[in-house]
């Protein structure tokens, strides 16, 4: 019955929600705008997924958080406000630039004491983080270069325990699970990436469609048993 009339666009309605219901503060206001000023990409989460992520931190419990991709921040100053007092959030990033940028705005947002990021290939982080022997993450977020997404879901299971939550950004990408083609770069590692989380023994996940301001994609979000 609306075919005929105009339609508000995905992105209106995303800044509808956003204005009544998502309420970013000033510091995740000002992370976006540092990394626009940066000449970074806008490829954050959008505002209503990181107040996602924030709240499943909360529901979850979790006191130790791993991230892998940085950017400037935004989704980790969501999560890391999700953490109690004494919460822990490590996140993996590869370029200084945008560490230091994150770092300035996880400071600025008085969070800074909570974080610890680090530098470097996150595959290398990774192993680091399992030969000093930290303690189980509860939550883990991957978010970075997709070619690796399966190896990330690997080691999310293998720095979790049972129960952990681990969420999957960009499940999606536009269709181009259907169609590797569209993007042969980052495609195909977001296709293995989602038959290893259905496969997986350790692991019992659902995907999520979205769109809005940063388009169509998803989130795959899976536990592990
Ligand atoms: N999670 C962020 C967005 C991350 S964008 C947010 O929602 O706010 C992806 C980030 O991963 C970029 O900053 C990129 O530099 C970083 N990255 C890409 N490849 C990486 C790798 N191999 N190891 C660590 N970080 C990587
Ligand atoms: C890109 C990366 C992301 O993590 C994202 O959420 C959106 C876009 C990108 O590399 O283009
Ligand atoms: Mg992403």
Same mark, same amino acid.
């Given at each position: 019955?609306?075919?005929?009339? +105009?339609?508000? &666009?995905?992105?209106?309605?995303?800044?509808?929600?956003?204005?009544? =219901?998502?309420?970013?503060?000033?510091?995740?206001?000002?992370?976006?705008?540092?990394?626009?000023?940066?000449?970074?990409?806008?490829?954050?989460?959008? +505002?209503?997924? &990181?107040?996602?992520?924030?709240?499943?931190?909360?529901? $979850?419990?979790?006191? /130790?958080?791993?991230?892998? *991709?940085?950017?400037?921040?935004? $989704?980790?100053?969501?999560?890391?406000?999700?953490?109690?007092?004494? *919460? /822990?959030? =490590?996140?993996?990033?590869?370029?200084?630039?945008?560490?230091?940028?994150?770092?300035?705005?996880?400071?600025?947002? *008085?969070?800074?004491?909570?974080?610890?990021?680090?530098?470097?290939?996150?595959?290398?982080?990774?192993?680091?983080?399992?030969?000093?022997?930290?303690?189980?993450?509860?939550?883990?977020?991957?978010?970075?270069?997709?070619?690796?997404?399966?190896?990330?879901?690997?080691?999310?299971? /293998? @720095?979790?325990?049972?129960?952990?939550?681990?969420? @999957?950004?960009?499940?999606?990408?536009?269709?181009?699970?259907?169609?590797?083609?569209?993007?042969?770069?980052?495609?195909? &590692?977001?296709?293995?990436?989602?038959?290893?989380?259905?496969?997986?023994?350790? @692991?019992?996940?659902?995907?999520?469609?979205?769109?809005? $301001?940063?388009?169509?994609? &998803?989130?795959?979000?899976?536990?592990? /048993?």
């Amino acid at each position: 019955m609306f075919e005929h009339k +105009p339609q508000p &666009g995905w992105i209106a309605v995303e800044e509808f929600l956003t204005d009544k =219901v998502v309420h970013p503060d000033g510091s995740l206001q000002r992370a976006v705008q540092s990394a626009v000023d940066a000449g970074m990409p806008p490829i954050e989460v959008a +505002p209503n997924a &990181g107040k996602l992520l924030k709240l499943l931190v909360q529901m $979850s419990g979790a006191r /130790r958080v791993l991230e892998i *991709g940085t950017l400037a921040g935004f $989704s980790t100053i969501w999560m890391a406000q999700g953490l109690p007092d004494g *919460g /822990r959030l =490590v996140t993996c990033e590869y370029l200084t630039k945008h560490a230091d940028v994150a770092r300035a705005n996880l400071d600025a947002a *008085g969070l800074g004491h909570k974080v610890d990021i680090r530098i470097g290939a996150a595959l290398d982080t990774l192993a680091a983080l399992e030969a000093e022997g930290q303690e189980a993450f509860d939550f883990v977020f991957i978010d970075a270069d997709k070619e690796n997404d399966s190896k990330y879901l690997d080691w999310a299971v /293998r @720095l979790g325990r049972p129960g952990t939550t681990v969420i @999957l950004d960009n499940a999606v990408w536009e269709g181009a699970v259907l169609e590797p083609a569209m993007d042969p770069v980052n495609a195909p &590692g977001i296709i293995s990436a989602l038959e290893l989380m259905g496969k997986h023994p350790q @692991l019992d996940a659902t995907v999520i469609q979205t769109v809005g $301001s940063k388009g169509w994609d &998803g989130f795959a979000l899976a536990v592990v /048993r």
